[in-house]
């Protein structure tokens, strides 16, 4: 089966794309077609597999596929990069549009020309915080706030936020020490948290300055996540470490994001997305 692509990342959280719109991929191919395509080995190689596809309800649809084939609800580094392709590929009208995930529907604006979109504005809607809809188990009803969390080797904080997927933010002193590559891969299988969670370290700056560095469910250490920095926002304005409604430069192993929390509202995110590479990919396994 020969399958036409794009990739394309944001800030180098990098996935491939395939449009809905123009092919069809039968359902039970998705999560082993996201394996192959994405393997950095024997594939395109990429942090996993997006489709774009039409919406009865919004302007397009996005679905994510993790590097493991695991669907996620969201994928913040996605939606800009979905964002970019349907205005430079005529798939909207306006340069501000309606996108539909699994975990309900966000508003985009692109920045830039139909020949090239350079960054987009996502309005990515409202962070979960009670306990049990991120899913975190415990006492239900509350929010989870600079909670200890036993990670075995490390005695570590967690506050939990979800932005349509779970993230665990864990404050550190200085982000050249944190345990990325020996917690990240445990607290992400953790059983407090029933989904998976992706987790996130967070090195404060100043109120609106912080280093971020990400170990995704279902795709391990990559150079950014969009959902994840929403997250590391809303947890150090909950934590009191930066205020309502002012814009946090997030910095990310593959570059800056934007983001703002506005006090009862919505989470913005602001940033690029870039094209890198598209042709057909020659699937064996789906001949
Ligand atoms: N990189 C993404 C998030 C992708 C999904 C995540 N790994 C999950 O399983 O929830 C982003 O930019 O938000």
Not at 21 to 42: C, K
Not at 203 to 217: A, D, I, Q
Request: proline letters at 3%.
């Amino acid at each position: 089966m020969d399958i036409p692509f794009v990739k394309l990342h944001g800030l180098k959280n990098s996935y491939i794309f395939v449009d809905l719109f123009q092919f069809q991929l039968e359902e039970e191919m998705l999560a082993p077609l996201a394996i192959d395509i994405a393997d950095r080995n024997t594939g395109i190689g990429s942090d996993g597999l997006i489709l774009i596809h039409p919406s009865e309800t919004c302007d397009v649809g996005m679905r994510i596929f993790n590097l493991d084939g695991s669907e996620a609800m969201n994928c913040g580094n996605g939606l800009r990069c979905v964002a970019k392709y349907a205005f430079e590929n005529n798939l909207v009208d306006a340069d501000t549009f309606t996108i539909q995930t699994k975990a309900g529907q966000v508003e985009a604006q692109v920045h830039g020309t139909r020949k090239h979109v350079h960054e987009v504005t996502v309005d990515m809607g409202a962070p979960i915080l009670q306990r049990e809809l991120i899913p975190m188990l415990g006492e239900e009803g509350q929010q989870v706030a600079d909670e200890a969390f036993d990670a075995g080797e490390e005695q570590l904080r967690v506050t939990a936020v979800s932005m349509g997927n779970p993230h665990a933010v864990f404050f550190v002193d200085n982000i050249d020490n944190a345990p990325l590559y020996t917690a990240g891969p445990v607290i992400t299988n953790d059983s407090r948290f029933p989904e998976g969670v992706n987790v996130e370290f967070i090195e404060m700056v100043s109120e609106k300055e912080m280093h971020f560095r990400v170990w995704e469910r279902g795709s391990g250490v990559t150079q950014a996540c969009g959902t994840g920095a929403c997250a590391a926002v809303v947890a150090a304005i909950l934590n009191k470490k930066s205020p309502y409604g002012e814009e946090v430069t997030v910095h990310l192993s593959g570059g800056d994001l934007f983001i703002r929390w506005e006090k009862d509202g919505s989470v913005w995110m602001r940033g690029a997305a870039e094209k890198t590479v598209s042709g057909t990919f020659h699937w064996e396994h789906g001949a």
